[in-house]
């Protein structure tokens, strides 16, 4: 990404700034298991309540949505999928200034983390 990004306030970030379709760009697994398909993910494609997900060989479809703790008012990336179910803190977001490149890192329950970009 040659475009200057710019952090997220995420105690502000708006749902339809995660829209759209992101590739996958680096993961560290941790103690996930690496036969999910969250774990071999290539492509997500977030359109408003629906996620689908695609992997080698494997397509999984579902819902996802925003949720936020009382106390710091933190964003979590809930996903549900056909096979799984799980969440992850939104601990980045990087935006360029017309919205058309973003840069999102997750940190899953599972000690997954994942940087995803866009386009």
């Known amino acids: ?6 952090d997220v306030n995420l105690q502000q970030l708006p749902d339809e700034f995660l ?3 992101w590739r996958v760009a680096d993961r560290v697994l941790s103690r996930t298991d690496p036969a999910t398909t969250l774990a071999q993910a290539e492509r ?5 309540g629906r996620v ?5 060989g494997v397509r999984d479809d579902g819902r996802w949505q925003v949720q ?10 809930e996903l549900i999928l056909g096979q ?3 969440r992850a803190l939104i ?3 990087r935006r360029s200034r017309d919205g058309s490149t973003s840069q999102l890192n997750l940190y899953f329950q599972s ?7 866009r386009p």
């Open 44 to 48: 997500f494609q977030l359109q408003p």
């Open 1 to 6: 990404m040659s475009e200057q990004l710019f």
């Open 84 to 86: 799984e179910q799980t």
């Open 68 to 77: 936020r703790d009382s106390l710091l008012n933190r964003p979590y990336l």
């Open 111 to 117: 000690g997954m983390e994942m940087q995803l970009t």
């Open 52 to 56: 689908e997900i695609q992997a080698p």
């Open 91 to 93: 601990t980045r977001l």
């Open 19 to 21: 829209t759209g379709n």
